[in-house]
């Protein structure tokens, strides 16, 4: 089990609690509770899969579920604390977030496609398990109107394909990138930094 | 037209049966409650042939869309009378679903996958249509909420996995396994056995 | 870029500013509407491209992309006078699902399915963007209750597949095909044509 596993199980455990939160506001039941974070964990992955036409990766080793399966455990025993430990899970979930997007870019690299398609896959495996999880929940998704995450993602992109021109190795280039998603995440956050609303039309 | 397709086009027509139903609830028009009818039938069937990588099966065959066509001619004219019908559609429904698991299940053994993808495969052939049935009339899913009916395909699956390994036949194996969904199933609704609820936090 | 781009390129402005316009009422930010408008705009035929197992189009040219982007910035600046431009949108949209629906049919043709596949392919290309759309920002599918819109995709079909039938060029069966989509389009919205809704059951 080396670093990138490990932090691949910490962004799991974190995208699925924050599932399991919120269908635990929903009152749903152990298992739907379990459905809902585990498609925020992997479902991000699994659509970028599907539109690569690779087998998703979740088929393939069954960490992911148990990953899940402890995140609803750490839920149901110590749900009245989680809380307490919000800024410990976003923490996770910023680095999550991160390590996901680069695993997206990386995948459609290895499947020769466009820098755009690359961000865009970056994009897609670190936010968009959280709009599936929301429309599981019948909610409006959270990151169409909230502050910057999936543009983290886009950023971060931008970043590793600069690297990439720049000439630096793989690895950094990873790294770099990662950290680019985490940062702006965090800074976003921290300074309440979004995008302008759209405002609506009347009478639509 | 042997045993397993008429007990597959029951389970289609059950299934279909309860999406134009739900659909009907909405006053949705009949195109509307046609689509949401197929998508609950065949939606199941067709998120686990996208993740298997093979054409889903009701683009084969044209059955699925005859039985869907004859679900909704039924509840157009018999509307008021199915309401009657309720328990039979629900012994209709459990057959389909167990009928539904074990197809799931064979499909990703042809495909070489391992017991706890076949498991997975199974609960989403039985159960995914559902979800997507009240992802398409815009209710929070019901199954997440409700007496046990996914758990019923899992207990199923871990059963046809045991038969498996206790060398019973293919068919035997079958058998026993969809009967194990159906009986679950029944159980969990006649003694309305379900899983706890988790408790929402305040203020998520 | 020949006439069939152009025509492209406008359904898909269209699309992209249906999305816009409804992910703009319920104030989601930049980032927001343009998801739903490149979702609603290349949504339908994502699933098509999913369930034939081939790479989806968008992945192929960046040009959606960009044309979403320009539909983005259309309604940022002139999102006031938008609503007066009702009547043009709608006609370039009926465009837009007559082409969409042309180009479904034929993809499904080229991968050897039969007539009703073809249909449904030529349906989904044209309809299920905005089934999507509705799915994002948590509205029940207008398609399902409104005038009829997935059903010119089925006429059209019906129309394409007798043209060839009759013998007729590839070209003309194609025209014919997208006109007769866009006149029952534009047909049903002007005389209110639709389909009878279901009889909601009490008690459901």
Chains 1, 2, 3 share one sequence.
């Not at 307490?84 to 870019?105: E, Q």
């Not at 398609?117 to 398990?129: E, F, K, S």
């Not at 680019?180 to 995008?195: E, G, N, P, Q």
Request: with cysteine.
């Amino acid at each position: 089990m080396n670093f990138i596993t490990i932090i691949d199980y910490i962004g799991t455990f974190a995208f699925a609690i924050s599932g399991i939160r919120l269908a635990s506001a929903k009152r749903f039941d152990w298992f739907g509770a379990y459905v809902v974070g585990f498609v925020t964990a992997v479902g991000g992955g699994t659509i970028r899969d599907l539109l690569l036409d690779v087998t998703p990766f979740w088929m393939q080793q069954s960490s992911y579920l148990v990953v899940t399966a402890l995140a609803l455990g750490f839920v149901i025993l110590f749900g009245k604390y989680v809380i307490r430990l919000n800024n410990t899970f976003f923490i996770f979930d910023a680095i999550g977030l991160g390590l996901f997007a680069v695993v997206g870019i990386e995948k459609s690299i290895v499947h020769d496609y466009p820098i755009w398609v690359g961000i865009i896959m970056g994009t897609l495996t670190g936010a968009a398990g959280g709009v599936l999880r929301d429309t599981l929940i019948n909610e409006v998704p959270l990151i169409f109107r909230k502050e910057i995450y999936a543009l983290a993602c886009v950023f971060g992109g931008l970043i590793y394909y600069l690297c990439l021109y720049l000439g630096m190795g793989a690895i950094l280039t990873q790294i770099v990138a990662a950290f680019s998603v985490i940062l702006a995440r965090i800074l976003a956050v921290k300074y309440h930094i979004s995008l302008p609303n759209l405002k609506g039309e009347e009478g639509l």
